[in-house]
Each structure stands twice: as C-alpha cells, then as structure tokens.
C-alpha cells in the first residue's frame, strides 16, 4: 500500500522555510520531498489558531462547500511524519493540530489520499492576528509554486480576519446535466450567471441506464483519450448546486467508500484567447460505478445522435440575441484562424457555416457569446 502523501497549506510551502526546518531537526530533502501543487476541495483557509511558537496566528483549514485551497503535496519519510507531528503539537490532547485525512486533487484532476494538519476542535478561535512575517512566508510559497491569484486573494482575506474561501463557481457537465438534457432544471434551478461549450481532458464512457431507456455516462482521468465535450457553468449559488448534484450523482462524500461518482476539480477550456483555464467542479466514476468501454467519441451528445441537431439550436439562439448573419456557401466561408479577435468574421457566417465550424472546433461557444452577447444560451429551454 502506498504511503499516503502530506497537503501543505501554510509555511512549508516555501522552500526556505522548509530548508531551514530540515536543517534545525537533522533532515534531508528526502524526508519531505515536493510531489506536486494540488487542491484542497471544500475547505477554506482561516487564521482562527494561536502558535505559542510563533507568538502569533498561524493557518488551519476548516470545512467550506465549493472552495478550494490551494497547497502542495509531499512524500514524507517515517522520521519527517514524526518530526511533523512534533512541529504541530500532535502529542498534547487538546491543543495545537491533528493529522487529518483527506483527499487532494491533482493539476489534472486525479484524486489522491493525503494527510493534513488541522487544529483541535478545542483550540480553534474566530480570529488571530498573523504572526509577524508569517503571510509573507505563504505568500512566498504560493509564489514559488506558481500558484492562481485567487490563492493570495484567499490566504490575505483568511489574514484580514474575513472569510478564506478561495470559490470554484463553475461546474463541467458532460451528460445529463447538460443543456437539453434529462436533469438540466437541476442546473437551473440554483441560477446560471454564464453556459459556454467547453472542453478538459478525459475519457468518456457509458455508464448505466436511469429509468430504463435513458443512459447516462461516467468519466475517468487515467490516461485520458478524448478531449472532452460539455457544458460550462458558471453558477449564481454554487452551495445550492453542489448539495442537489452531489445527491443526483450520489456522492456523500470526498473518499466515502458508497460513491458512485467522486467529486473532483477539472482545468476547463472554453475557447477564450490566452485565459488560464478555468477550474470547474466534474463528478468522475468512483470504483462502485462499473462504466463499458470507452465511447468513441468524448461528446456524449454525438455518442446519443443529438449534437447537430443540439448545435443548430444553439446557433439559432446566438441569433436571436444579437449574432447577425448571412447566408454565403459554406465553401466560401472565411478561415476562422483569428477568429478570436476579428469580429466581422463571425457575422460573415452563415447557420450552416456556423454549426459546421463549431463542429470542426474551428469555432468555440465562447466566440458566438462574445459576438452575440448572449452569455447564457439556452439555459432556459
């Protein structure tokens, strides 16, 4: 059995620090060795502990539907494991932190085990002033692993006294829940600020059948094969989502053994001209979900026949709300190289040339929203 990894969030993210900690106690990189940047899911950062050794606030992670922290993962020998427990005060009953296991997400989604450090219930408090130069010693971390701004936005928020969520509004759909389908009122009925077609990678599968005659399909992260095809949104109450999407795809919880599907953190494309992808909330197969083998196709919409017909809608209703086009053959259509930043190229186009272009991944969503205006299409149908 593997040994489970260590989450850190605080100052063992930056590497003088923990240069210096190694030193002061007789290690070597080796007992507590870098393995990757990695997210916390449903947790937030606050600054509610008080270290005696740091005369000061320190972090601790409490437990916050749809956010995430961001930290890092490291392989820790027997001797590290000990010496950590030590640094954080394990020992005493009542004060100072505890190992806590927990599931990470890796940059591309993966799930694995961890153990992380959070305080006793008994000597959590509101809120403590950080210690001197303690937030710069994370800041420094997050920047040495090149962390997303919203990482610092969190950690100085958590240090102000405010809340440390660090929130993942958005949501990639893939089946079911997408635009058109069985169980979209779900996704509406929390609210939809924004729906864009969108793309990350894994391999897409069937699943089961429920009720008898409408399939639904599973994704899986090993060796990704499809650049997968759903549905972006970008929720108005992501709490209220969560909690009707987790009971729909019957996840009771991140690494609960009666999973069907975990819940994990997916980098999502939609198109939009050097963005950094989006970080999205996408339910993947747990091991109690049997799947088939892999569908041709990473579009479930195509798997089911019903992507042509899917995008001429959403074509029409670009259209309706402000995307003017003509109608030249779809042979004459102009190359959509630049699309992203030549506005008369779109309105050139005609439905068909447009559908065809979306197709071919010549076109994305993004393209006809930002012409059209229209940021939410066919989110109410």
């Not at 102009?334 to 040339?353: D, F, I």
Request: proline content about 8%; overall charge negative.
């Amino acid at each position: 059995m593997t040994d489970p990894l260590y989450f850190a969030y605080g100052s063992n993210l930056c590497p003088d620090e923990r240069a210096r900690w190694l030193a002061q106690h007789g290690l070597t990189e080796a007992d507590l060795r870098p393995v990757s940047a990695a997210l916390l899911p449903d947790h937030a950062l606050s600054f509610g502990y008080w270290s005696q050794r740091r005369a000061g606030g320190a972090l601790d992670v409490r437990s916050s539907l749809g956010s995430v922290v961001h930290g890092a993962l490291f392989a820790v020998s027997p001797l590290g494991w000990r010496m950590l427990d030590i640094k954080e005060g394990v020992a005493h009953p009542d004060t100072g932190y505890e190992r806590t296991p927990v599931q990470a997400v890796l940059p591309d989604g993966k799930l694995v085990a961890a153990i992380t450090y959070t305080v006793k219930p008994a000597d959590r408090r509101p809120h403590c002033e950080p210690a001197a130069g303690y937030v710069e010693t994370v800041q420094s971390g997050l920047a040495h692993w090149q962390m997303r701004p919203d990482s610092k936005a969190a950690l100085l928020a958590a240090a102000a006294g405010q809340s440390g969520d660090c929130r993942v509004d958005y949501m990639l759909v893939y089946g079911t829940l997408m635009r058109g389908e069985l169980r979209w009122p779900a996704m509406a009925r929390a609210g939809v600020k924004q729906v864009l077609m969108a793309r990350s990678r894994a391999t897409l599968h069937p699943a089961a059948e429920d009720p008898p005659g409408e399939p639904f399909p599973a994704i899986t992260l090993d060796h990704p094969v499809h650049d997968l095809q759903g549905d972006l949104v970008e929720s108005a109450d992501i709490v209220r989502l969560l909690q009707e999407a987790d009971a729909i795809e019957t996840f009771w919880g991140h690494g609960d053994a009666r999973n069907l599907y975990h819940r994990t953190v997916l980098p999502v494309q939609t198109g939009e001209p050097d963005a950094l992808p989006t970080l999205a909330w996408a339910y993947v197969a747990a091991p109690a979900l049997p799947v088939d083998e892999p569908h041709d196709t990473g579009c479930w919409r195509a798997a089911r026949g019903r992507r042509k017909a899917f995008l001429e809608r959403l074509v029409r209703a670009h259209g309706q709300a402000g995307l003017q086009a003509t109608s030249p053959p779809v042979a004459q259509r102009p190359t959509l190289a630049n699309a992203a930043t030549q506005r008369p190229v779109l309105s050139s186009l005609g439905p068909e040339a447009l559908v065809q272009a979306l197709d071919e991944g010549e076109l994305t969503e993004w393209h006809l929203a930002r012409e059209s205006g229209c940021w939410t299409a066919l989110a109410v149908s």
